[in-house]
């Protein structure tokens, strides 16, 4: 409303001529400009509330979850019943049930609970998008004067489109927001939490990635291409980072110095990750629309697990006291990254005590450095100031690699200072996004009686259900012959047959049965249905229409007939049929009725008569 309320007084500004009205607009816009930066400096803080999307753990870090995208109520109840009874030529009131419900689970979904029970909300939600999408919306994805508002989850600028695709867009959104904040809610110190948190943000890395693949030319900026790529990153970087939590929760010993490299270069490649995010964020329009906390929680990451790749590699050479393994020594000939300042840098081998030891003073060296500059990025921005359990978090290691140090440092030590390569980053863990799995949480379609979507739907069109009576003695037939299931269709009809006389076609879909739908019953059903009415069948056909007649005669048909498709919609055109009188013969008197509905393929051909003698037809 801010936004929409400056906008309009600086287009008043623009084409205004009086200075006591442009006095006047710029007072406005003062109070207006200064409502808007109260109201970005609360979104900040509510993106960089950590406490409300997760727990406080001691020696963690936070992480960063996504806050879910809003939307407004929505009522779809008068756009629904208008294209039931235009489109469907059926009852509105008889889905006035399935409407409500539809309604209710969308209100549901806006504030889902932060668990697998509202992940399953979200997507029954967006499920059930699937079916209303075919039912009542057009190739171009609009729905009559329907619109559909979301906010940014970023930003909080509201954007409005008449295409339900933005609807899907947006509840897959926040789909993958959920995983984020279940997985930062997750216990960090077990195996089991930092298991759960993995899974999570992988899970929200895969339906970003979903929605990246999926949908185009995105209204808001946290579902354009730069953001969900971004997103991805960011995940799968927090998914490294409880990996890295993991293993370090299985070293129990601290003279293991094979697993003491690993974790190191685990460590620095989580800090890598970290980088390609920061990366991304600077050469993309994203770091116009990322929250400020984001933007500086993960610089001190990227920093943060620079240190910790140089503390564990620093803890694992100072405490090994045995000979070097084959495994170790392999590992140290590609510990270093020398990209950047060759071969003739990389620290030789240490294979005595000595050597690792003065090696490990280097890399803690390096640590403590790397610790220092990650507090004084916390300090530096405002946004991670305020933030005490990250202070505590830096500190605490900075202090353990500072006592480290104090233990090594020798007063008669006065050897070179050694600056060694930064650690190599490597991992043994390979990531896979893991993409929303729909099938897991099937829905019922609830507007089940419409028909199959594949042929009653939106984008095909059919003319007013006619209903026929026909009158027939008990040893004639119809004249016609079905084929297809759900719903039935009329593949053939004889000539000079009840049926013809009636108007039935070639084409035709059986909707109804002696009032009953059969729009879903299989042809052996519908014949059965049609052979115990025995000599009185009152049928219903609806004949479908091609699109390209049906744009090109679509203005005079709402102009001449729209009354009457609403009439059709509650009672259908009539016509009955009686059979001729006594005296007549009818060349189909020898056939039974079940004999006339020919189960054949479309290869049979029909039977036709040279002489046919005309029935008497009245219409109603």
């Not at 930003?155 to 926040?174: D, H, M, R, Y």
Request: aromatic share 8%; net charge negative.
């Amino acid at each position: 409303k801010e936004l929409m309320l400056r906008n309009g007084a600086e287009n008043l500004y623009r084409v205004s001529v009086d200075a006591k009205t442009k006095e006047n607009v710029t007072l406005e816009l003062s109070f207006v400009n200064s409502n808007l930066q109260l109201l970005k400096e609360q979104l900040a803080e509510l993106n960089s509330s950590v406490e409300i999307y997760q727990d406080r753990e001691e020696g963690v870090l936070p992480m960063i979850p996504l806050g879910l995208k809003e939307t407004k109520e929505l009522d779809l109840r008068e756009t629904f019943r208008a294209l039931i009874e235009s489109h469907y030529f059926e009852d509105a009131g008889f889905y006035e049930e399935a409407v409500a419900e539809l309604m209710d689970l969308r209100q549901a979904m806006r504030t889902p609970t932060r668990d697998s029970q509202g992940i399953s909300l979200l997507f029954s939600y967006f499920n059930q998008l699937h079916f209303v999408e075919r039912r009542f919306f057009t190739s171009d994805g609009s729905c009559g004067r329907l619109h559909f508002e979301w906010y940014d989850s970023l930003t909080g600028v509201p954007c409005a489109q008449k295409s339900i695709s933005i609807e899907k867009a947006s509840v897959l959104f926040n789909i993958g927001a959920l995983y984020t904040q279940i997985g930062a809610r997750q216990d960090k110190t077990t195996e089991d939490g930092l298991d759960c948190a993995v899974d999570n943000f992988l899970r929200a890395a895969g339906t970003f990635m979903f929605i990246h693949e999926n949908f185009h030319n995105a209204p808001s900026s946290d579902l354009g291409t730069d953001c969900l790529n971004m997103l991805v990153q960011l995940m799968l970087g927090q998914a490294r980072e409880c990996l890295l939590e993991k293993s370090v929760l299985r070293l129990k010993d601290e003279n293991d110095l094979d697993l003491c490299l690993e974790l190191g270069q685990e460590a620095a490649h989580v800090s890598d990750t970290y980088d390609k995010v920061l990366q991304t964020i600077v050469d993309s329009s994203v770091k116009e629309c990322m929250p400020y906390f984001w933007l500086c929680l993960v610089q001190v990451k990227r920093e943060h697990y620079r240190a910790l790749a140089d503390y564990y590699v620093a803890l694992g050479l100072t405490n090994h006291l045995a000979e070097l393994t084959e495994r170790s020594v392999e590992t140290f000939q590609f510990l270093h990254d020398i990209q950047q300042v060759g071969e003739y840098e990389r620290p030789a081998v240490p294979t005595t005590e000595e050597q690792r030891k003065y090696l490990g003073k280097a890399h803690l060296r390096e640590a403590l450095l790397m610790h220092e500059e990650a507090l004084r990025l916390n300090r530096m921005f405002p946004d991670l100031g305020k933030k005490d359990i990250l202070k505590n978090v830096l500190k605490k290691y900075h202090e353990r690699s500072m006592t480290m140090y104090e233990n090594l440092e020798d007063e008669d030590d006065f050897q070179e200072v050694l600056e060694p390569p930064p650690v190599l980053p490597l991992t043994k863990f390979q990531l896979s996004l893991s993409y929303p799995y729909f099938s897991h949480h099937p829905v019922t379609d609830l507007f089940h009686s419409l028909g199959p979507e594949a042929v009653f739907s939106a984008k095909h069109h059919w003319t007013p259900p006619r209903t026929l009576q026909l009158t027939k003695r008990v040893t004639e037939g119809c004249g016609l012959c079905l084929q297809g299931n759900s719903p039935v269709v009329v593949q053939g009809v004889e000539q000079h047959s009840l049926a013809e006389i009636a108007g039935i076609k070639e084409g035709d879909l059986l909707v109804g049965i002696e009032g009953e739908d059969v729009k879903w019953n299989t042809k052996e059903q519908v014949i059965n249905k049609i052979i115990a009415t025995a000599n009185y069948l009152r049928i219903t056909v609806v004949t479908p229409i091609k699109t390209w007649v049906t744009n090109k005669k679509r203005s005079e048909s709402e102009r001449c007939n729209s009354r009457e498709f609403v009439t059709t919609s509650s009672s259908s055109t009539v016509i009955k049929v009686f059979p001729p009188s006594d005296s007549r013969t009818s060349p189909y008197s020898s056939m039974s009725s079940a004999s006339e509905f020919s189960l054949s393929s479309g290869s049979d051909k029909f039977r036709t008569f040279k002489k046919k003698r005309p029935w008497s037809v009245l219409k109603i």
